[in-house]
């Protein structure tokens, strides 16, 4: 269901913006659901929780934090790359290498960047194996925005004053509508990328955003192909 760009919206970007879990893989590949359960297991064993209360808590602190990092770290003073480097043991492997969407990010004109609530060294690895590392000239992640998540405003605000970018010349890529209300107020083009016809594999009820259609430019279910379409439209 990729709705194609109007070529007259994305001539004139220079700086293509891409969150990373999600959106720059399939959420059918179910990558995201192990960080998921290690957070369950993590919130578990710091507060002594079974998991269906630890779950719970997670999501609490999701909602109320922006990240479960950082309610645990409002709550429970716990040290973030302890909660990082435990979250992030996973494996890979389940991500299939993608060709297609890398000729695509490769071709884009000008500068690509992933923009993550997760850490580099997650990204990097998750790029990698989906071949496409190579193809963006910087990482900002949790870390450089010091641990402060999306969606607060100063982290977009941090993101763009590092590296110049002007929201008017910037696209960016989210698998979530709320993370998109910031980029637009700052004049970015926004495509939302939801799941492979709409059908939800990990994601939860609350993972969703009605309120914030409005932020919204364009929606897709393939990546690569919304992108590929770009690219032949600014060549």
């Known amino acids: 269901m990729t709705m194609l760009p109007d070529p007259a919206r994305f001539a004139h970007v220079t700086d293509w913006v891409f969150d990373l879990d999600n959106t720059l893989y ?48 409002a709550r429970h003073g716990i040290d973030p790359d302890d909660f990082l480097e435990k979250v992030h043991d996973i ?10 969407l890398g000729t695509a990010i490769r071709q884009l004109p000008g500068r690509k960047f992933i923009f993550t609530n997760g850490d580099r060294r997650h990204a990097e690895r998750t790029a990698r194996q989906l071949g496409i590392l190579d193809h963006f000239d910087d990482i900002f992640d949790i870390v450089a925005a010091g641990l402060n998540p999306k969606p607060a405003r100063q982290t977009y605000e941090k993101f763009a004053e590092l590296h110049a970018v002007t929201g008017h010349n910037a696209v960016m890529f989210e698998d979530l509508a709320r993370n998109l209300s910031v980029p637009k107020s700052l004049g970015m083009t926004t495509v939302l990328v939801v799941p492979r016809n709409f059908e939800p594999t990990f994601s939860e009820i609350w993972e969703r955003d009605p309120a914030n259609e409005d932020d919204v430019d364009f929606v897709t279910d393939d990546l690569a192909e919304f992108l590929t379409a770009i690219v032949d439209v600014t060549a």
């Open 26 to 73: 399939p959420h059918h590949s179910n990558l995201f659901s192990q960080i998921d359960v290690k957070m369950t297991a993590y919130v578990g064993e710091l507060l002594t929780l079974p998991r269906d209360d630890a779950r719970k808590l997670q999501k609490e602190l999701y909602r109320e934090y922006g990240t479960t990092l950082n309610g645990l770290m």
């Open 91 to 100: 494996d890979y492997s389940w991500l299939v290498p993608d060709p297609v």
